[in-house]
Every structure is written in C-alpha cells, then in structure tokens.
C-alpha cells in the first residue's frame, strides 16, 4: 500500500494531509477523506450565501471549511 500526499490551501496557507491506498486516489476521493477529517477536527464556516444546489464533497468542502485541493502526489 502507497502513501499519497492531499496537499489543500486553507486561510492562504498550504497544508497536507497523508492517507494509504493502493492507486492514486482521484480528486472525488481525495475531497471525501479531507471532509470527515475536516468534520471531526475544524470548525465550520459561516455560510457566505446559500448553499449550492450541487454539493460534491469538494463543493462542501469550500463552503463549510473554506478548503481547496491543490495535489495529490505519492509520498
């Protein structure tokens, strides 16, 4: 099992979160795990406007956490 880098900006700064898999997870995947860590440890955001009707975890990932994927690498 591979060790891959999710490297995110949040508050303008870069910050990586490391996870296992056997291939290199996709962008869909990526935005899933940083999610439920996000949930457990951050808090949320105060909601700028309504939500989007289209809420992909990398969608509420930006809305309620204020994150961006920026890679996804192989450790």
């Given at each position: 099992?591979?060790?891959w880098?999710?490297?995110?900006?949040?508050?303008?700064?870069?910050?990586?979160?490391?996870?296992?898999?056997?291939?290199?997870?996709?962008?869909?995947?990526?935005?899933?795990?940083?999610l439920?860590?996000?949930?457990e440890?951050?808090?949320?955001?105060?909601p700028?406007?309504?939500?989007?009707?289209?809420q992909t975890?990398?969608?509420?990932l930006?809305?309620?956490?204020g994150?961006?994927?920026?890679g996804?690498a192989?450790?």
């Open positions: 099992m591979s060790q880098i999710i490297t995110y900006s949040r508050d303008e700064a870069a910050e990586v979160l490391k996870v296992e898999s056997n291939e290199k997870p996709s962008v869909e995947e990526a935005a899933t795990w940083l439920e860590w996000a949930e440890n951050l808090e949320k955001l105060e700028k406007e309504q939500p989007r009707e289209e975890p990398a969608v509420r930006e809305e309620r956490f994150i961006t994927i920026t996804i192989r450790d």
